[in-house]
């Protein structure tokens, strides 16, 4: 027979221990939930995700609505450049004379086609990113004291990359002010 508690066996006392026993650990998980939201690091990492994430809006928009219209324009057929494409296997409604006028409609028959615009569109948009983040580290290196940028050599000994501004190579430990020379 199972063992049931009825609430005469359950003192007032035993109840108001365990209420405070879930009250302390429900603060506790809040209280740490707080201090790992809202320390240093994630806080950092948050307002650079949100940075990050105008920052691609902006040069995307750029990319898109200022450099790709004209080079549209410069590639044969005046169309957008995500409409630029190829043929590669016609669909059964396929006319030879007029062919397909956007890319919906030639998949939408079945044929297969090369997209090539919308792959120019986002090698544009990667390299004008990839710029533009390079653009914003060096105005950055350039009102900070702290470097974002590494410039490195190889070592000549070595051969492995290392600071430009190295005394002496992280791999192999040799000099780099050439007292390695001095001592042969």
């Known amino acids: 027979m199972p063992?049931?508690?009825?609430?005469?066996s359950v003192t007032n006392e035993e109840q108001q221990n365990l209420l405070e026993?879930?009250?302390e650990r429900a603060?506790?998980?809040f209280s740490g939930f707080i201090d790992f939201a809202f320390s240093g690091n994630i806080l950092e990492i948050a307002f650079g995700l949100i940075l990050a994430n105008a920052f691609t809006t902006v040069t995307n928009s750029f990319v898109n609505d200022i450099l790709l219209p004209p080079l549209s324009v410069i590639l044969p057929l005046n169309r957008?450049?995500?409409e630029k494409?190829?043929?590669l296997k016609p669909g059964p409604n396929y006319e030879k004379q007029n062919g397909y006028?956007?890319?919906g409609?030639?998949?939408?028959?079945g044929a297969v086609v090369l997209a090539y615009g919308g792959f120019i569109g986002h090698v544009v948009s990667f390299l004008s990113l990839g710029l533009m983040l390079y653009a914003l580290a060096c105005l950055y290196d350039y009102f900070s004291k702290e470097d974002i940028i590494k410039h490195t050599v190889k070592c000549r000994y070595c051969k492995k990359r290392i600071s430009?501004?190295?005394i002496r190579c992280i791999n192999c430990t040799s000099w780099l002010d050439g007292r390695e020379e001095r001592m042969r």
């Open 85 to 87: 494409f190829f043929v």
């Open 80 to 82: 957008n450049m995500d």
């Open 101 to 103: 006028n956007t890319i």
């Open 3 to 8: 063992l049931v508690y009825s609430s005469s």
């Open 105 to 109: 409609l030639a998949l939408e028959d």
């Open 164 to 166: 430009t501004k190295a």
């Open 21 to 23: 026993q879930g009250e």
């Open 27 to 29: 603060k506790r998980v």
